[in-house]
């Protein structure tokens, strides 16, 4: 496994997290030996970029802000230009435990892209009402589509492999839910193969999660959008190179 880590990198968008990115940044260069963490500043207004770089990783700055998808297209051109062979996005807010991260890594041997899931296994994770709902809703439209069961389809844990990083260089999508629901869509067209694992997650360390019906209906209308877009979007030619 340390030699694995030493072609991984671990990716965390940030945005005004200035709270918790040092500890969990921390968190990850402890656990995982060997690891690189590049920290995408997605213009932050708060001292983010320094409390990242103190705690020991490699950081990127945005001009302004570009939301989760933006970043992690900047992490995965990163990757591709420095060597590395696999990405793992990590959550800068402390919910992602790094001791799972060899979990995931392990399942790259048999996909493209492994999710860990908050839904399945020994996961106690719970969510409920309408949000429930359109996660639900989902979670059953990218099973059919990927040809294999997946239940939180916006996890922000996940590993992809050198297929994926090539892939995604230069077709994520940057609008809002696209790095998750409309990603898996690509991934999904493509060729690519995704599998779940149960993992552990722990309440955010900073910030607040958002729960009203409201939110809710926002979250699903945006979320079909983003599915819908996946579907329309013509199938991306994977890399040379990438098979």
């Given at each position: ?187 999904s067209k493509a060729g690519l193969r995704i599998v779940q694992v149960p993992t552990p997650m722990r309440e955010r360390t900073t910030g607040k999660p958002s729960h009203n019906p409201l939110k809710s209906a926002v979250y699903l209308g945006r979320a079909s959008l983003a599915l ?16």
């Amino acid at each position: 496994m340390p030699a694995e880590l030493e072609r991984t990198l671990i990716v965390m968008p940030a945005l005004n997290e200035q709270a918790s990115v040092a500890s969990v940044v921390e968190e990850v260069l402890s656990t995982l030996h060997g690891v690189t963490c590049l920290v995408i500043d997605d213009g932050s207004s708060d001292a983010t970029a320094s409390e990242a770089n103190r705690a020991g990783a490699r950081v990127a700055q945005l001009p302004f802000n570009l939301g989760v998808g933006g970043a992690m297209r900047l992490g995965f051109r990163y990757a591709l230009d420095n060597g590395f062979d696999n990405v793992v996005q990590v959550d800068s807010d402390g919910q992602h435990y790094p001791s799972e991260v060899p979990t995931l890594l392990r399942h790259l041997e048999q996909a493209d892209i492994v999710i860990g899931t908050r839904f399945s296994g020994d996961a106690t994770y719970r969510v409920r009402g309408p949000r429930k709902w359109a996660m639900s809703l989902l979670a059953s439209v990218l099973s059919r589509i990927a040809h294999t069961k997946l239940t939180d389809t916006t996890s922000g844990f996940k590993a992809m492999g050198p297929r994926a990083v090539r892939l995604f260089a230069s077709n994520y999508p940057a609008e809002y839910l696209g790095d998750t629901i409309e990603a898996l869509v690509i991934a999904s067209k493509a060729g690519l193969r995704i599998v779940q694992v149960p993992t552990p997650m722990r309440e955010r360390t900073t910030g607040k999660p958002s729960h009203n019906p409201l939110k809710s209906a926002v979250y699903l209308g945006r979320a079909s959008l983003a599915l819908l877009i996946g579907l329309l979007r013509p199938t991306a030619r994977m890399p040379e190179g990438a098979a």
